[in-house]
């Protein structure tokens, strides 16, 4: 009987050793889809934030190139006529719409190259248009002024730009330069505006466009400077610049905008969410020309990215996946339980012939014999040894 116990019991315990290898096998190959699951959903988010930010790239690029018409056609409105009164200027300007279709920018202004020999006579023209107080500033002898003479909107801030000589000042100067000696347009660097108050200080930039005698633009930078008018010129603040060009794209995705080629803090002239931690999963750095000017744009993924790009998250697929392993976890289970269930039978089904057996040697031994009368069927049966007791064959 021992023997029988033991080879009933032996396939029940190699049933539960195969059924662990495959719960085992379930668990490593779960952990594995979940990776996967996990590596594509990443993929796809970075997928998603490099073409927000090619896209926002695009849309700075393209409302740059706006802005540069703008001075491009203030231009062509000083070669058009030979004077210009303060309220053509405003009229122009006026036309233009500048609130509506080129929001951020800070206003369209000239500024007139002035020789020494014509500073005196030229503070008088304008003290005469009804402005007493006005002198070209700040004071002191150089061998080329300029004046901010025309700036529309002629009010709040921009009356703070009034007369001021951008040419004194390193940052513009190298920009004007620029602008004059190649006939094109040229973006300054970083600098502080002239209308900036106490309040809500930002950066800004300048961006300018040469005007000439003639109209045309001279052959050779000796022509150009002799024959240089002004500029034409729009002042920005940065906050204000690109926060109106992309207001609606800038909940998800952090940009930070520097001048130059570097990310140095000196260099910053725009962060959409400066209180924002940095260091995210998904960021990226890239870099624009403008005009000859660099700018090094670094996008960040802020914590919502991933819900605003409406893909599902991993766990979603994972979920899934986890109900048909549980699926075949309750089938591996019925399974198992039913072959310990045969592993029962057998194991009784050898009981039984065991005992069977020894009634019969039993039998054998007492010459005693036996009859068993099966009640459902009325079937009657004999022991061997009660065959033999009374001679009869089986």
Same mark, same amino acid.
């Given at each position: 009987?021992?023997?029988h116990?033991?080879?009933?019991?032996s396939?029940?315990?190699?049933?539960?050793v195969?059924?662990?290898?495959?719960v085992?096998?379930?668990?490593?190959a779960?952990?594995?889809? $979940?990776?996967?699951l996990?590596?594509?959903?990443?993929g796809l988010?970075? %997928?998603?934030f490099?073409?927000?930010?090619?896209?926002?790239t695009?849309?700075?690029?393209?409302?740059m190139?706006?802005?540069?018409?703008?001075?491009?056609g203030?231009?062509?409105?000083v070669?058009a006529? &030979?004077?210009?009164?303060r309220?053509?200027?405003r009229?122009y300007?006026?036309?233009?719409?500048l609130?509506? /279709?080129?929001?951020?920018i800070?206003g369209?202004g000239?500024?007139l190259?002035?020789? !020494?020999?014509?500073?005196g006579a030229?503070?008088?023209? #304008?003290r005469?248009?009804?402005?007493? /107080?006005?002198?070209?500033? !700040? @004071?002191g002898?150089?061998?080329?002024?300029?004046?901010? #003479?025309?700036l529309? @909107?002629?009010?709040?801030?921009?009356?703070?730009a009034f007369g001021?000589?951008? =040419?004194? %000042?390193?940052?513009r100067?190298?920009?004007?330069?620029?602008?004059r000696d190649?006939?094109? #347009?040229?973006?300054?660097?970083?600098?502080?505006?002239?209308?900036?108050?106490?309040?809500?200080?930002?950066?800004?930039i300048?961006?300018?466009?040469?005007?000439y005698?003639?109209? &045309? *633009?001279?052959?050779t930078?000796?022509?150009?400077?002799?024959?240089?008018v002004?500029?034409t010129?729009?002042?920005?603040?940065m906050? +204000?610049l690109?926060?109106?060009m992309?207001?609606?794209d800038?909940?998800?995705v952090? #940009?930070?905008?520097? &001048?130059g %080629?570097g990310?140095?803090a000196?260099?910053?002239l725009?962060?959409s969410?400066p209180?924002?931690?940095g260091?995210?999963?998904l960021?990226?750095?890239?870099?624009?020309?403008?005009?000859?000017r660099? $700018?090094?744009?670094?996008?960040?993924?802020?914590?919502? =990215?991933a819900?605003?790009?409406?893909? /599902?998250?991993?766990w979603v697929?994972?979920?899934?996946?986890g109900?048909?392993?549980?699926?075949v976890?309750i089938? *591996?289970?019925?399974?198992?339980?039913s072959?310990?269930?045969?592993?029962l *039978?057998? +194991?009784?089904?050898?009981s039984?012939?065991d005992?069977?057996?020894?009634l019969?040697r039993a039998q054998?031994?007492?010459?005693?014999g036996?009859?068993r009368?099966d009640?459902?069927?009325?079937?009657?049966?004999?022991?061997?040894?009660?065959?033999r007791l =009374? /001679?009869l064959?089986?």
């Open positions: 009987m021992t023997q116990a033991s080879a009933g019991t396939p029940w315990r190699s049933t539960l195969q059924a662990l290898v495959a085992a096998a379930a668990l490593l779960l952990g594995l889809v $979940w990776r996967e996990e590596a594509r959903h990443h988010l970075r %997928e998603s490099e073409l927000q930010t090619r896209r926002l695009g849309k700075l690029q393209e409302r190139r706006a802005y540069n018409q703008v001075l491009r203030a231009a062509g409105f070669d006529s &030979d004077t210009i009164s309220a053509e200027w009229r300007v006026a036309r233009l719409d609130h509506e /279709d080129y929001r951020g800070q369209v000239f500024s190259a002035i020789q !020494p020999a014509r500073l030229h503070e008088a023209e #304008i005469r248009e009804g402005f007493p /107080d006005y002198a070209v500033r !700040p @004071p002898e150089r061998p080329l002024y300029t004046s901010i #003479i025309y529309e @909107p002629f009010r709040d801030r921009n009356l703070r001021y000589d951008m =040419f004194s %000042e390193p940052v100067r190298t920009a004007m330069e620029r602008a190649t006939g094109e #347009i040229a973006y300054s660097g970083k600098v502080t505006l002239v209308q900036e108050t106490t309040a809500d200080v930002q950066a800004g300048l961006v300018y466009h040469p005007v005698r003639g109209g &045309d *633009v001279p052959a930078p000796e022509e150009r400077r002799a024959k240089l002004g500029w010129y729009s002042p920005f603040r906050n +204000d690109m926060e109106a992309l207001r609606a800038l909940e998800a952090r #940009i930070e905008v520097f &001048d %080629e990310t140095g000196e260099a910053l725009f962060d969410h209180a924002a931690p260091g995210g999963a960021g990226m750095l890239t870099q624009v020309v403008l005009e000859g660099t $700018w090094t744009l670094r996008y960040s993924a802020l914590p919502g =990215f819900a605003a790009t409406r893909l /599902d998250p991993p697929a994972f979920l899934a996946v109900s048909l392993a549980l699926l976890a089938v *591996v289970g019925a399974f198992v339980n072959r310990r269930q045969q592993a *039978v057998a +194991d009784l089904a050898d039984l012939r005992s069977e057996e020894a019969q054998a031994v007492a010459r005693v036996s009859w009368l009640l459902a069927t009325g079937k009657l049966s004999w022991s061997r040894e009660t065959y =009374f /001679d064959p089986p």
